[in-house]
C-alpha cells in the first residue's frame, strides 16, 4: 500500500453530524496536512499538523496525528452541505523531501 | 488575498505535440511544485524547483517534461511530445517554506487526443 491511505473512500452524512476521516502513512515525516478539493477544482489547504503535536484545531475542523500508528484524523463539526468536497491527507516524508505525497482521499457528501 | 494563477483553464493538444502549462506562484514564494492528477485518482508529485533548479523529480517526470522559470513571476511545465496517458489536470502550487502549506492553483486540465 501506498503513502497517505484516508479511509473511508466515502461518507455521507447529514448536515449537522460530524464527519470523522481517517489517515494512514508509512514512512517517516515532518508534518501531516489535510486539502479540500471541491468537484473538479483546485486543492485548498485545511490545516497542518507537525509531527510533535498530537492534536490541532482550526474552527469546526479538529486533526489528531498519531506517530506511532502512523495516523491521523480529520473531524469536521456540524458538518454543512458546503463541506460537500473530497478529503485528502498529505505528507513530506521526512529528509528533506521537497514534496507532499497524497493519499486516495475521502469524498464526503453532506446531506441536506 | 494572493492566489496561485494557471493558464490555461483547459487545453485539448494531439498526440505527439508539445504543450506548455503556465502558472503564476503568490510572489513572495520560494519552492514551486507541479502536481498531477488522472481523472478519479489521487495527486502525484512530478517536480520541485528551488533557486532555479529542481530539487525533486518523480519517476513520471521523465525527459519529456521541463519546467522554467523564465521571469520573477512565471513558472511552466512543457511537455515536449504528448502521449495518451498524459491527460489529467495539472496543478501548480507554491509554498515560502518548503514542502508546508503548499498554495495551490485551480489546474489546467490538459486533454491529449
Known amino acids: 500500500s501506498q503513502q497517505g491511505e484516508e479511509d473511508p473512500q466515502a461518507l455521507s452524512i447529514q448536515e449537522g453530524e460530524n464527519a470523522t476521516m481517517n489517515c494512514s502513512y508509512k514512512?517517516?515525516?515532518?508534518?501531516l496536512q489535510w486539502y479540500r478539493q471541491n468537484s473538479g477544482r483546485g486543492l485548498v489547504h485545511l490545516i497542518l499538523?507537525?509531527?510533535?503535536?498530537r492534536e490541532k484545531h482550526s474552527g469546526r475542523l479538529r486533526v489528531t496525528l498519531d506517530t506511532s500508528k502512523k495516523s491521523s484524523s480529520l473531524l469536521i463539526t456540524a458538518s454543512r452541505a458546503a463541506d460537500t468536497a473530497s478529503y485528502f491527507c498529505?505528507?513530506?516524508?521526512?529528509?528533506?523531501?521537497?514534496?507532499?505525497?497524497f493519499g486516495q482521499g475521502t469524498r464526503l457528501t453532506i446531506n441536506p | 488575498e494572493p492566489e496561485v494563477t494557471q493558464t490555461p483553464s483547459h487545453q485539448v493538444t494531439q498526440m505527439g505535440q508539445e504543450v506548455i502549462l503556465r502558472c503564476v506562484p503568490i510572489?513572495?514564494?520560494?519552492?514551486f511544485y507541479w502536481y498531477r492528477q488522472i481523472l478519479g485518482q489521487k495527486v502525484e508529485f512530478l517536480v520541485s524547483?528551488?533557486?532555479?533548479?529542481?530539487?525533486?523529480k518523480s519517476e513520471i517526470f521523465d525527459d519529456q517534461f521541463s519546467v522554467e522559470r523564465p521571469d520573477g513571476s512565471n513558472f511552466t511545465l512543457k511537455i515536449r511530445s504528448t502521449k495518451l496517458e498524459d491527460s489529467a489536470m495539472y496543478f501548480c502550487?507554491?509554498?515560502?517554506?518548503?514542502?508546508?502549506?503548499?498554495?495551490f492553483g485551480p489546474g489546467t486540465r490538459l486533454t491529449v487526443t
Open positions: 502550487a507554491s509554498s515560502r517554506d518548503g514542502p508546508y502549506e503548499q498554495y
Open positions: 514512512t517517516s515525516i515532518n508534518n
Open positions: 499538523i507537525r509531527s510533535n503535536e
Open positions: 498529505a505528507t513530506d516524508p521526512f529528509q528533506g523531501a521537497q514534496k507532499l505525497v
Open positions: 510572489s513572495n514564494h520560494l519552492y
Open positions: 524547483f528551488y533557486n532555479n533548479e529542481i530539487s525533486e
